[in-house]
């Protein structure tokens, strides 16, 4: 089945630094997205990208599906303490073929004081 | 409501019981997902309905696991004979349209076994 390779698993960043993280897969996919998810929630929805190539930003947040539809990058920038969380990228075929969400095994995110 | 909600929150039982999570998606959105989050894990996809129907359940593990949705709305996961392997959290999605990526999750019913 497909797989998603996140890395890196985990950042210790200092605040006010900038972020990136990205995912890759073993197989394409038609929409990408990148979720965040805290401590007893579910995962929230950052950032989707539906198209090869497209570059898309959401504030602080810049997240690219690759031209080969096989990877994903999200950049943050100028880390803040809210940013602190583990984000999750998937991806989905769709099309009537798989709707389902497949999803990485996450960035830990920790900003150090 | 204006959320994804799911009960309940906890549930701890013991090996062998029979087990039901609800979700109640979003006013509105036709499409309905299940996942299973466990520790260190990102969610893992187990059902999704369109409507009243199951347009895809190729994620259900064996068949202790059942989901339904009788109107349409919400939905029911149901899980016999549990087993330890079966802790996890049961997170609930819910999107306006089929194919549609963007998902809204629900904060997750966590499932202890004992």
């Known amino acids: 089945g497909q797989q998603l390779n996140q890395s890196p698993q985990s950042m210790f960043i200092q605040e006010g630094e900038d972020v990136s993280m990205n995912c890759t897969s073993s197989s394409i996919f038609n929409t990408w997205l990148w979720y965040k998810q805290d401590p007893g929630e579910g995962p929230v929805l950052l950032i989707a990208l539906y198209k090869a190539g497209e570059l898309t930003s959401n504030g602080r947040l810049t997240a690219q599906f690759g031209i080969t539809r096989k990877d994903s990058f999200l950049n943050i920038s100028a880390s803040i303490p809210s940013d602190v969380g583990i984000y999750f990228c998937a991806g989905q075929l769709g099309g009537g073929g798989a709707d389902g969400l497949t999803f990485g095994k996450g960035t830990h995110l920790i900003i150090q004081p | 409501g204006a959320g994804v909600s799911q009960t309940p929150s906890n549930k701890v039982t013991e090996k062998g019981k029979y087990v039901e999570l609800r979700c109640d998606p979003i006013s509105g959105h036709t499409a309905l997902y299940w996942y299973r989050q466990s520790l260190g894990q990102g969610p893992e996809f187990l059902i999704y309905f369109q409507g009243t129907g199951a347009a895809d359940d190729s994620g259900l593990p064996n068949d202790r696991f059942f989901a339904v949705r009788p109107e349409g709305s919400v939905s029911t996961l149901k899980i016999q004979r549990t087993e330890r392997g079966d802790s996890a959290v049961y997170l609930c999605?819910?999107?306006?349209?089929?194919?549609?990526?963007?998902?809204?999750f629900g904060e997750g019913s966590r499932l202890t076994v004992l």
């Open positions: 999605a819910s999107s306006l349209t089929r194919g549609a990526g963007e998902l809204f």
